[in-house]
């Protein structure tokens, strides 16, 4: 989890004044890039192409085309491509239901969280919306 969403929170909570509306501090996080699959393997496969992804939005390319596993594997990645991109990728959600429950309670708890907001990013539609139904049937049983 980054400290910057830590620092975040504890800014927002310190200079938060009580209105009509809200009362006391809401937190929302987002939990970026949770993708949940049968297994960590396939799961992280799936998340793959993440990392290219995200750097051609962090080199000013714009948003490109989500790789597939397999053009991941021949993706011409740099040192500096890692850099870019690695305080996202490691950050991530990614795994089985019970691993990615695991990470999403533990951000929750730290961060003190009254919601999650979940996204999911990968190249295959029914992947991405078998993500979301493995993620829903976990969370409310280990959630």
């Known amino acids: 989890m980054p400290s910057a969403v830590l620092d975040t929170v504890a800014a927002y909570?310190?200079?938060f004044r009580p209105s009509?509306?809200?009362?006391?501090?809401?937190?929302?996080?987002?939990?970026?890039?949770?993708?949940?699959?049968d297994d960590d393997e396939t799961a992280r496969r799936l998340a793959s192409g993440y990392g290219p992804w995200?750097?051609?939005?962090?080199?000013?390319?714009?948003?490109?085309?989500?790789?597939?596993?397999?053009?991941v594997t021949a993706f011409p990645w740099t040192e500096e491509d890692h850099a870019l991109v690695a305080d996202r990728v490691d950050t991530q959600f990614v795994g089985s239901p019970a691993t990615v429950v695991r990470g999403l309670r533990t951000l929750?708890?730290?961060?003190?969280?009254?919601?999650?907001?979940?996204t999911t990013v990968t190249h295959d539609h029914a992947a991405r919306v078998r993500s979301y139904e493995l993620l829903a049937q976990a969370w409310a049983r280990l959630g």
């Open 20 to 37: 009509q509306t809200l009362r006391a501090p809401y937190v929302m996080v987002s939990a970026d890039v949770v993708v949940v699959a």
């Open 13 to 15: 909570r310190a200079a």
């Open 54 to 71: 995200a750097g051609s939005i962090g080199r000013g390319e714009g948003v490109v085309p989500y790789l597939t596993p397999a053009e």
């Open 108 to 118: 929750r708890d730290v961060v003190v969280a009254d919601e999650l907001l979940v």
